[in-house]
């Protein structure tokens, strides 16, 4: 296994908690349908929005690029596993990316207090 990239992101939740009040179209932005289904009543814990919104941010800077025109926040999907560990679905401009870069797998770790929450991503490929 070759490591092509690293990304790690640190988001305050206190700063995600005003918005979650304030709208909840807020999250639509941000989610898909699969990841809102799976999320259900966690969806309004700020320290668990914020934890998804760092692994999407870290995935994309292990992938080397950002959230823009060909990359969206939707073409980044993290779900979980049956045993709650956080996995990356890829779709859309960051699939291609991926796919263009080597990247095989990302691993991803997410963990978060009341206060700030924190992802790192690992984008894998053959060696």
């Given amino acids: 296994m070759k490591i092509i990239g690293h990304g790690i992101d640190l988001v305050d939740a206190q700063r995600v908690a005003p918005l979650l009040l304030k709208n909840e179209d807020f999250l639509l932005g941000w989610f898909t349908e699969r990841e809102l289904d799976e999320l259900a009543e966690r969806a309004s814990q700020p320290p668990v929005v914020a934890g998804r ?7 994309v800077k292990a992938l080397g690029c950002g959230f823009d025109n060909e990359v969206s926040w939707q073409d980044v999907e993290i779900l979980s ?3 709650g560990a956080p996995t990356v679905h890829l779709s859309g401009g960051a699939a291609d990316i991926a796919k263009t870069s080597g990247v095989s797998a990302i691993l991803l770790s997410i963990s978060h ?4 929450s924190v992802a790192s991503a690992i984008a894998v490929g053959a060696l």
């Fill in 53 to 59: 919104v760092a692994a999407k941010e870290a995935v």
């Fill in 81 to 83: 596993t049956g045993a």
């Fill in 113 to 116: 207090d009341a206060h700030m």
